[in-house]
């Protein structure tokens, strides 16, 4: 990819991972060794005991939150005990192991530990490179990124590439404790005495998320600068929004005990951005671009406010808001209040409502190997092969947080919002395409869709 941060060690796939694990096994059997004969009968097997009941507590946290739609691979709950067996060695042991062991067990869980999380990245996918990870680590800044008190002497200026500006916005109206929001402002922003209006989309992540994953991981940048290039300059302002709090918090964009989320990117942000960056406020030239939760966020916020935003990209999203089975979805996201569960679901929102006018909708969906691919027209269910997750080197690809293909009926899903969508006067279109639930996918997915959603949302007007 184009950007610095894809390119070097990859944390993927490769030889760093595979390393990692083979250095993580050695260090291990070392801490362990063969020492006494109580060790290797009494505490060596305590630890292994230790190990499996701590990766099956953390197994069962993950499911009693509902922090994946699907289930995690096998390999992540392998390394988690692993983890939690090298520290089992070094406390049980420490008394009786010489110096050198000691300090060869303290490496050991340092090492399982950082397996596990680069296991855990090629499940999300969050950093393809060590220099990602090291810049998202240690907050490094964003590509192009400047502070919001340098953009008036950026003025009239004619820029060949945008800018990233971080913004904080309130959280009066929602009460929603978040983290710090990002604008990209293209080239044609800086031109002039004064911006112009421009049209704007709100990019919203995935489950495991922070604002700065499709700046990060998605490519965004590179992707829309090289739009706005060959458009003189123009391109829509974007918007990377905080849809969790925190990294773990899978609000799926809803009002409920995980947050105010919905009331944030309506009433907070979005009158943020077009107070301080002089952006349009006409509904007409507002879009959501949303990948995996992100892409059920874009449905439900564009159905329920027609209002603020008339077009959206749904990428690899869900039917409606998912934690978990129905009945643990309205718990967990609306802390058992079906009604309110009803108010976020697209499917009562749109056949409440009514005609929709000047709505319209796409959906990127991922194909499994071996399925054809369609443009524009309605497509069969996908299912998720045989085999359950692989790691990137045997097909796979960073999952961000949903396992193997995502859900195995989100082509069917789509099929149904469509129709749906159809049946309201929201015109829409399906896109399948080769791949799997990866960030991967969603940045080729966003660049295939930006042309036409700046279309939809108003960009040859400026």
Request: proline letters at 6%.
């Amino acid at each position: 990819m184009p950007v610095s941060s894809h390119n070097g060690v990859s944390l993927l796939d490769g030889w760093f991972p595979l390393t990692l694990q083979i250095v993580s096994v050695v260090l291990l059997v070392a801490a362990i060794g063969w020492r006494t004969r109580r060790w290797r009968f009494v505490w060596v097997p305590v630890s292994v005991v230790i190990a499996v009941i701590g990766a099956l507590l953390v197994h069962l946290y993950f499911d009693s939150q509902g922090l994946a739609t699907d289930p995690a691979p096998w390999q992540l709950w392998i390394w988690v005990g692993v983890t939690v067996g090298a520290v089992a060695v070094l406390v049980v042991g420490f008394r009786s192991a010489r110096w050198w062991r000691r300090g060869v067990a303290v490496l050991a869980v340092v090492a399982a530990a950082l397996t596990t999380t680069v296991v855990l990245n090629q499940w999300v996918g969050y950093y393809p490179t060590l220099a990602a990870a090291w810049g998202g680590i240690t907050a490094g800044p964003l590509p192009d990124q400047v502070s919001a008190d340098h953009l008036a002497a950026m003025r009239d200026t004619n820029r060949t590439t945008g800018a990233v500006v971080p913004i904080t916005t309130t959280d009066d109206v929602s009460h929603f404790a978040h983290r710090t929001e990002y604008v990209y402002l293209p080239p044609a922003w800086f031109r002039g005495a004064t911006p112009p209006t421009l049209p704007v989309v709100m990019m919203i992540a995935g489950e495991f998320n922070t604002p700065a994953d499709w700046v990060r991981t998605g490519n965004a940048i590179p992707i829309v600068d090289k739009y706005a290039a060959a458009h003189g300059g123009v391109a829509p302002v974007l918007v990377f929004v905080d849809a969790g709090g925190s990294f773990n918090n899978d609000t799926e964009c809803v009002n409920g005990p995980r947050g105010n989320v919905a009331t944030h990117l309506t009433d907070e942000v979005r009158p943020a951005v077009i107070s301080r960056f002089h952006t349009s406020s006409a509904a007409a030239n507002w879009g959501i671009v949303g990948w995996s939760m992100g892409g059920t966020c874009s449905v439900d916020l564009t159905v329920m406010h027609p209002d603020l935003f008339s077009s959206y990209v749904d990428i690899a999203g869900d039917a409606a808001p998912v934690a978990g089975t129905k009945q643990q979805t309205i718990d967990r996201l609306f802390g058992g209040n079906a009604a309110a569960y009803a108010s976020f679901d697209p499917a009562t929102v749109m056949q409440k409502h009514g005609p929709y006018v000047g709505v319209s909708a796409r959906y990127e969906e991922a194909e499994q190997s071996g399925m054809p691919r369609w443009h524009g027209q309605h497509v069969g269910g996908h299912h998720r092969p045989p085999g359950g997750w692989k790691p990137p080197s045997q097909g796979g690809a960073g999952l961000g947080g949903r396992g193997d293909g995502g859900s195995a009926n989100q082509g069917q899903e789509a099929v149904q919002l469509c129709a749906e969508n159809r049946a309201v006067g929201i015109s829409c279109t399906i896109d399948n395409r080769p791949g799997r639930h990866s960030w991967q996918f969603a940045s080729t997915s966003f660049e295939d869709s930006l042309p036409w959603l700046a279309q939809e949302i108003g960009i040859s007007t400026v």
